[in-house]
């Protein structure tokens, strides 16, 4: 199943804005951000069509030279899995996602309220996520991993950030990107302790009320876990699949 085009697209020019750095690699593009190293998602290589392993491998090694790590997206089904043997021989681990594209109807105006929170807010209420959930994470990591969202910005005409405030704090939020006709909803979370009240639901809601017109709304959605399934209920189709390689030195 290819990925659309257009979702391709879109992900290598987000990726690409954010950037304080892109390097041409066969296949696709690097992305860095030199202020956030710890950031895997702010360092990758995006890969979108079939490429020779061995040159591939060599330039990652290359221009990802100063981290720990390595971390290889082939936006395409076909070619990101005969990338896999090469991978798995070069120490990678492997992880699929799905692309879902959202074929449904509009919903309805959420019954929770859900908000447009500012980035104060969200870097504060990132900071406290990564603190319970990492607790062993050091500290300026998880301030590059709170303050890194500031960047998605750049990324896209429109970038929201949605989320449902109980007590005075975000307790459930998501990401909102608009461009040029196309949405990607991101990021979906709601924190532990707040589960089962619909949270994340109407965050859903009120991302594809806010995308509708867009003439792609899209997510992706671990290949191997059970969101796919919540987002199929929600209108979403599997429209293509990525796959990751990582690889830690």
């Given at each position: 199943?290819?990925?659309?085009?257009?979702?391709?697209?879109?992900?290598?020019?987000?990726?690409?804005?954010?950037?304080?750095?892109?390097?041409?690699?066969?296949?696709?593009?690097?992305?860095?951000?030199?202020?956030?190293?710890?950031?895997?998602?702010?360092?990758?290589?995006?890969?979108?069509?079939?490429?020779?392993?061995?040159?591939?491998?060599?330039?990652?090694?290359?221009?990802?030279?100063?981290?720990?790590?390595?971390?290889?997206?082939?936006?395409?089904?076909?070619?990101?899995?005969?990338?896999?043997?090469?991978?798995?021989?070069?120490?990678?681990?492997?992880?699929?996602?799905?692309?879902?594209?959202?074929?449904?109807?509009?919903?309805?105006?959420?019954?929770?309220?859900?908000?447009?929170?500012?980035?104060?807010?969200?870097?504060?209420?990132?900071?406290?996520?990564?603190?319970?959930?990492?607790?062993?994470?050091?500290?300026?990591?998880?301030?590059?991993?709170?303050?890194?969202?500031?960047?998605?910005?750049?990324?896209a005409d429109e970038v929201h950030f949605l989320g449902v405030v109980a007590d005075g704090r975000p307790v459930a939020w998501a990401d909102l990107y608009l461009h040029e006709g196309i949405a990607q909803i991101e990021y979906v979370l709601t924190v532990p302790g707040h589960q089962g009240?619909?949270?994340?639901?109407?965050?859903?809601?009120?991302?594809?009320?806010?995308?509708?017109?867009?003439?792609?709304?899209?997510?992706?959605?671990?290949?191997?876990?059970?969101?796919?399934?919540?987002?199929?209920?929600?209108?979403?189709?599997?429209?293509?699949?990525?796959?990751?390689?990582?690889?830690?030195?």
């Amino acid at each position: 199943m290819r990925t659309p085009a257009e979702i391709v697209d879109f992900l290598i020019g987000f990726s690409g804005r954010q950037a304080t750095d892109v390097v041409a690699v066969p296949g696709g593009i690097a992305v860095r951000h030199r202020d956030f190293p710890a950031s895997y998602n702010n360092n990758r290589v995006l890969v979108r069509e079939a490429v020779e392993p061995a040159k591939l491998l060599a330039a990652v090694d290359e221009v990802m030279a100063d981290l720990d790590y390595r971390v290889i997206v082939f936006l395409d089904d076909e070619p990101g899995r005969a990338f896999e043997p090469a991978a798995v021989a070069a120490g990678y681990t492997t992880h699929e996602l799905v692309a879902m594209r959202f074929e449904g109807a509009v919903p309805p105006a959420p019954s929770v309220r859900v908000e447009s929170l500012e980035l104060p807010v969200m870097i504060e209420a990132l900071r406290r996520n990564w603190r319970a959930d990492e607790p062993e994470l050091p500290e300026d990591e998880v301030e590059q991993l709170a303050t890194r969202i500031a960047a998605r910005r750049r990324g896209a005409d429109e970038v929201h950030f949605l989320g449902v405030v109980a007590d005075g704090r975000p307790v459930a939020w998501a990401d909102l990107y608009l461009h040029e006709g196309i949405a990607q909803i991101e990021y979906v979370l709601t924190v532990p302790g707040h589960q089962g009240h619909g949270y994340s639901t109407a965050i859903m809601r009120e991302a594809l009320r806010r995308a509708r017109g867009r003439d792609t709304v899209f997510l992706f959605a671990d290949g191997e876990d059970w969101p796919q399934n919540w987002y199929g209920r929600l209108g979403f189709t599997p429209v293509g699949r990525f796959h990751e390689y990582v690889r830690t030195t």
